[in-house]
């Protein structure tokens, strides 16, 4: 049983746009949420992560939001870039640095 | 954040052999590390928590006596895959979480190769 659903599994995006992935999950001793950023070849790299207490938080150009009654976060990334190329992970931390990941996103940003 | 290396990067063995992947936390004393399987174009699996001084706790599913774990020290833990078949190719990650944090930072990972 999958912990965390993550979709879409790709996603084209042209350079300048936003790309927006979703994720949800069922339970709810999650209490953190983070998303990485993997290139190929590389071990993920951590985003921007989220608690439960707090609907959105933005970073830079990275912004999550968190709807905790609907079981559901997403990543937006704005102004999307062709070096935002790369696939990403949300995850959901249980029990002491236990990790779910997400089934990943490979995003193509096209010049 | 944590500075997390790995080694080997790319390893190449043939079927029966055992090998060795180092994870080493460069910058803070980690009395847990993890390790995760990654097959290509898939998600991350937790394979087993190794903890420093003790035995390692593996994930259902996970065969301990071919995934072998040693955490001997507060900044080295092993993974040794023994008699290694095609079907254990795979990236292996590791990770360490800080404490006190919910942070968890990922090694470059190493991709091992069964012929």
């Known amino acids: 049983q999958q912990q965390v659903k993550q979709s879409p599994q790709s996603l084209i995006v042209q350079k300048g746009g936003i790309s927006i992935i979703n994720c949800a999950y069922e339970n709810t001793a999650f209490d953190y949420f983070p998303w990485y950023q993997q290139f190929p070849g590389k071990g993920p790299a951590l985003l921007i992560a989220?608690?439960?207490?707090?609907s959105e938080k933005k970073e830079g150009r990275f912004t999550i939001s968190f709807n905790k009654s609907a079981k559901q976060f997403s990543l937006h990334i704005m102004d999307s870039q062709p070096g935002d190329s790369a696939t990403y992970f949300c995850?959901?931390?249980?029990?002491?640095?236990?990790?779910?990941f997400g089934s990943g996103t490979k995003l193509n940003v096209k010049p | 954040g944590a500075v997390v290396s790995q080694h080997p990067s790319w390893v190449i063995c043939k079927s029966g052999t055992s090998v060795k992947i180092e994870c080493r936390s460069l910058?803070?004393?980690?009395?847990?590390m993890f390790w995760y399987r990654q097959f290509p174009k898939q998600s991350l699996m937790l394979m087993a928590t190794s903890n420093e001084g003790s035995k390692a706790t593996y994930e259902q599913g996970v065969e301990k006596d071919k995934f072998l774990i040693n955490h001997a020290s507060l900044t080295l833990s092993t993974l040794t895959v023994t008699s290694a078949h095609p079907e254990d190719s795979s990236f292996y990650i590791c990770?360490?979480?800080?404490?006190?944090?919910?942070?968890?930072?990922f090694g470059p990972g190493t991709r091992l190769t069964v012929t």
């Open positions: 989220i608690r439960p207490d707090v």
């Open positions: 995850a959901a931390r249980y029990n002491f640095n236990k990790f779910y």
């Open positions: 990770s360490l979480g800080l404490a006190g944090t919910y942070e968890q930072y």
């Open positions: 910058d803070f004393q980690a009395t847990t």
